[in-house]
């Protein structure tokens, strides 16, 4: 069974940073992207930030320059550090893994998510 959880949000004032962590079980990095989503109340869910099995990272262009992805393969862990942090930022972010088994079939699973609030 695959599980993602994710942690390390919470509320910070602009300016600040969060660091994000998803904690994978039931797959391994060596074989799927991961990657972090985000959505905001009343839009819809969009991409921040995404990392393949080779370490090759893809960034929204709002968050280039103050986000960065990482994965540990030890740990089966992916991180989202967030610095500069606006209140645009607000969200709740989900972490993603994404594989491409065949032609047309691909697998995708989500974690439940984690909130984060940047006070203005």
């Known amino acids: 069974q695959v599980q993602l959880v994710e942690s390390g949000g919470g509320l910070v004032q602009a300016g600040g940073s969060l660091r994000l962590s998803c904690a994978a079980s039931?797959?391994?990095?060596?074989?799927?992207?991961m990657g972090w989503y985000r959505q905001a109340p009343g839009k819809q869910r969009e991409l921040v930030a995404t990392?393949?099995?080779?370490?090759?990272?893809n960034y929204a262009d709002s968050v280039k320059g103050r986000f960065t992805i990482s994965g540990d393969n030890t740990k089966n862990t992916v991180y989202l550090q967030m610095n500069s942090l606006k209140p645009e930022d607000t969200a709740v972010y989900y972490c993603?893994?994404?594989?491409?088994?065949?032609?047309?079939?691909?697998?995708?699973?989500w974690g439940q998510g984690t909130q984060v609030t940047v006070s203005s």
């Open positions: 993603n893994s994404h594989r491409v088994v065949a032609l047309g079939y691909e697998l995708d699973y």
């Open positions: 039931g797959i391994s990095f060596r074989n799927y992207a």
């Open positions: 990392i393949t099995n080779i370490g090759r990272s």
